[in-house]
Nanobody, 121 residues
Framework: QVHVVESGGGLVPPGGSLRLSCAAS????????MGWYRQAPGKQRELVAD???????MYADSVKGRFTISRDNAKNTVYLQMNSLKPEDTAVYYC???????????????WGQGTQVTVSS
């Protein structure tokens, strides 16, 4: 069994900062890419950031220069540091981790439960 738990969301003023965490636990054999999507009402689902096993990263243009994704393989955790937050960053943020379990041979994308980020004055 694999469980993915997100934390770190909340309410912040414009220009503020927030760090999201996404920790996986259970029968994990190997990990591949990890990342974050976000979903806001009336907007398309957006891939925010991704990080692979070589620690290479990619970012959506809308967050480039403001957000930083990182990972800790020993903790099976991916982070999203969000700085200079804007109201348009308001969304539910979902993390994913591409993992192999000890009982399987195929890669599977596991999802966090989502965490609300609200940027408002």
């Amino acid at each position: 069994q694999v469980h993915v738990v997100e934390s770190g969301g909340g309410l912040v003023p414009p220009g503020g900062s927030l760090r999201l965490s996404c920790a996986a636990s259970g029968d994990i054999f190997s990990s591949s890419s990890m990342g974050w999507y976000r979903q806001a009402p009336g907007k398309q689902r957006e891939l925010v950031a991704d990080i692979n096993t070589s620690y290479s990263t990619m970012y959506a243009d809308s967050v480039k220069g403001r957000f930083t994704i990182s990972r800790d393989n020993a903790k099976n955790t991916v982070y999203l540091q969000m700085n200079s937050l804007k109201p348009e960053d308001t969304a539910v943020y979902y993390c994913y981790q591409d993992l192999k379990t000890t009982s399987g041979s195929s890669w599977y994308r596991f999802w966090g439960q989502g965490t609300q980020v609200t940027v408002s004055s």
